[in-house]
T-cell receptor, first 113, second 116 residues
Framework: QQQVKQSPQSLIVQKGGISIINCAYE??????FPWYQQFPGKGPALLIA?????SEKKEGRFTISFNKSAKQFSLHIMDSQPGDSATYFC????????????FGKGTMLLVSP | NAGVTQTPKFRVLKTGQSMTLLCAQD?????MYWYRQDPGMGLRLIHY???????AKGEVPDGYNVSRLKKQNFLLGLESAAPSQTSVYFC???????????????FGSGTRLTVV
């Protein structure tokens, strides 16, 4: 049973546009929602994360929007650049104490020049 | 550079052969993990460890064994490799989360394994 569903599988955005990737979760015990960015040939790297006590978190051009009632969260990349082309994974866990991360299946983003 | 180091980076095995993937971290992290990444499947947890001498099964543990004899090292073993184990394997480490603090996994650069 997939606990974190991610969409779309792939996304093509023009330079300067907004990239939006969506995730939905099932386990209401999740309280930590990170996004990871992975470039070809590299391991994933933490990009930005949010806890459900806030509805939005922004770091530079990257914003997480969180909807607790709908059990959904999304990543918005403003002013998308070719250097943002990568695979993005959403994830979820019970953030305090110990809990493993459950990852979505990933979204391959291509930003065209 | 501090981080997570995986060896080897590439390997080709014949069906039935065995091998060990090594993961080493120098950040004094308590927790370590092994994931596999397959096209369209995302990252799936194989095994993990919450401390030296302890291991636990993840989502897809069958066909793999692990050991954590030293805090900085986490070994992933394939006793009898199968073509279904062709994948990219990632090791990661982390510190314990807190009620108010974020924590992230630090991943290695991966081992690409092909079983023929």
């Amino acid at each position: 049973q997939q606990q974190v569903k991610q969409s779309p599988q792939s996304l093509i955005v023009q330079k300067g546009g907004i990239s939006i990737i969506n995730c939905a979760y099932e386990n209401t015990a999740f309280d930590y929602f990170p996004w990871y960015q992975q470039f070809p040939g590299k391991g994933p790297a933490l990009l930005i994360a949010i806890r459900p006590d806030v509805s939005e978190k922004k770091e530079g051009r990257f914003t997480i929007s969180f909807n607790k009632s709908a059990k959904q969260f999304s990543l918005h990349i403003m002013d998308s650049q070719p250097g943002d082309s990568a695979t993005y994974f959403c994830a979820a866990s019970m953030g305090s104490g110990y809990s493993t991360l459950t990852f979505g299946k990933g979204t391959m983003l291509l930003v065209s020049p | 550079n501090a981080g997570v180091t995986q060896t080897p980076k590439f390997r080709v095995l014949k069906t039935g052969q065995s091998m060990t993937l090594l993961c080493a971290q120098d950040m004094n992290h308590e927790y370590m993990y092994w994931y596999r990444q397959d096209p369209g499947m995302g990252l799936r947890l194989i095994h993990y460890s919450v401390g030296e001498g302890t291991t636990a099964k993840g989502e897809v543990p069958d066909g793999y064994n692990v050991s954590r004899l030293k805090k900085q090292n986490f070994l992933l073993g394939l006793e009898s490799a199968a073509p279904s184990q062709t994948s990219v394997y990632f090791c990661a480490s982390s510190t314990p989360g807190t009620a108010r603090g974020y924590y992230g996994y630090t991943f290695g650069s991966g081992t690409r394994l092909t079983v023929v």
